[in-house]
């Protein structure tokens, strides 16, 4: 990085789109936002970064990504507080876990700082796409892959490290129905499982497809050697409540992504004195709890939605109902913590917001 200026130069747009935005029509990931960072890793080392107009991006037909895989990303979001002030949450983990993918898909790692600059440089120049709307944030999807013009299987020895973004609304309409999952496997021990890594997306695709062929929204993954115990759904993290204890699978293996939400979850639990376990959760308890209506509360924790909550459980043959949305005293709480502090109406006592502008 010798060289390297971590004050991006900005190339404007003379055309902003801005105006042109539906947003009380708003479908997610569709519209983007009129900037766009991009920056190269060559010779060893990551190239001055810049700050461009969205546009297409050039690609080879041999472009190693999308023979072979490396590729990854992150998904965070930017939020405008009461203050009028653009914030985001708890980026440095966002940071974090880019580098940990990139090392696991034998990619360079970005330092966080560089991260970091790229991310609140690109959201400051698309400031005025972040809205107060409730609900509303600008979705931040950075990315890396692979750009060697060789046809062959080794490490690619260039990168292209590139940031977009785009407004969205509230992610789910409705609480979702979820399948717990049998026969196929989001992710082994000693697989990839923990790296937001391309293909682990495009694997779940035919499963998933499935599921919602059955009626439900999504899966609930389980272990890949025994299906007998719970991982996460989709892309969130998953988490119980059972005799007011929060229950969630533990991410010791390396199966289950590290999620910033679900690590938020519990610290807040934690803070708040309710009892966190953290450890191995079975199918077999889960259907039993909620059989027996023990099962006060299941969701999804992740940024596109921070809780999901789940409506009905399916395993094998059975649908299993869980309790009515009003009932969830603990998630509800959480929600409305989390966005309390996002909106500054909550003092931000845990640091977890950095401004941008
Ligand atoms: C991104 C993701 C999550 C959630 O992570 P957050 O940091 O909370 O957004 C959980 N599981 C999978 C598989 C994911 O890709």
């Not at 009028?84 to 993918?101: D, I, K, Q």
């Not at 796409?129 to 060697?148: C, E, H, Q, S």
């Amino acid at each position: 990085m010798s060289g390297v200026s971590l004050q991006f130069p900005v190339t404007h747009t003379t055309q902003s789109h801005l105006s042109a935005v539906d947003w009380e029509n708003l479908p997610f990931g569709k519209i983007f936002a009129d900037h766009m960072f991009v920056m190269e890793y060559a010779n060893g080392e990551w190239q001055q970064g810049e700050i461009l107009p969205f546009g297409p991006i050039d690609m080879h037909p041999a472009m190693s990504a999308i023979h072979y895989g490396q590729s990854i990303f992150e998904g965070m979001k930017a939020y405008r507080n009461e203050a009028n002030e653009v914030v985001l949450f708890r980026p440095e983990l966002n940071a974090r876990r880019f580098s940990e993918s990139a090392a696991r898909m034998c990619m360079p790692e970005i330092p966080e700082e560089l991260f970091l600059e790229a991310v609140k440089q690109l959201v400051a120049t698309d400031a005025a796409w972040v809205t107060n709307k409730p609900g509303y944030a600008l979705y931040i999807r950075p990315f890396m892959f692979a750009t060697d013009e060789f046809v062959g299987i080794k490490p690619s020895d260039t990168y292209k490290f590139v940031i977009i973004n785009s407004p969205v609304g509230a992610y789910y309409a409705e609480p979702v129905r979820v399948k717990i999952e049998e026969h196929y496997t989001r992710a082994a021990v000693g697989g990839v499982g923990r790296a937001k890594a391309a293909g682990n997306y495009g694997a779940s695709l035919y499963p998933a497809k499935l599921a919602q062929q059955q009626g439900f929204h999504q899966l609930v993954w389980t272990d890949a050697k025994t299906h007998t115990f719970i991982e996460e759904s989709r892309t969130m993290n998953i988490v119980f409540v059972i005799d007011n204890k929060i229950i969630t699978p533990t991410e010791e293996a390396d199966t289950i992504l590290r999620g910033t939400t679900k690590k938020t979850v519990l610290e807040l639990a934690r803070h708040w004195g309710i009892p966190v376990e953290e450890r191995p959760v079975t199918v077999a308890e889960i259907i039993e709890a909620a059989k027996s209506g023990k099962l006060q509360d299941a969701f999804g924790a992740g940024t596109a939605a921070t809780i999901a909550p789940i409506a009905l459980i399916g395993y094998r043959d059975e649908k299993i109902a869980l309790p009515a949305l009003e009932t969830r005293t603990i998630s509800l709480r959480i929600k409305e913590h989390l966005d309390g502090v996002k909106s500054g109406a909550i003092e931000d006592t845990m640091h977890w917001v950095q401004k941008v502008c």
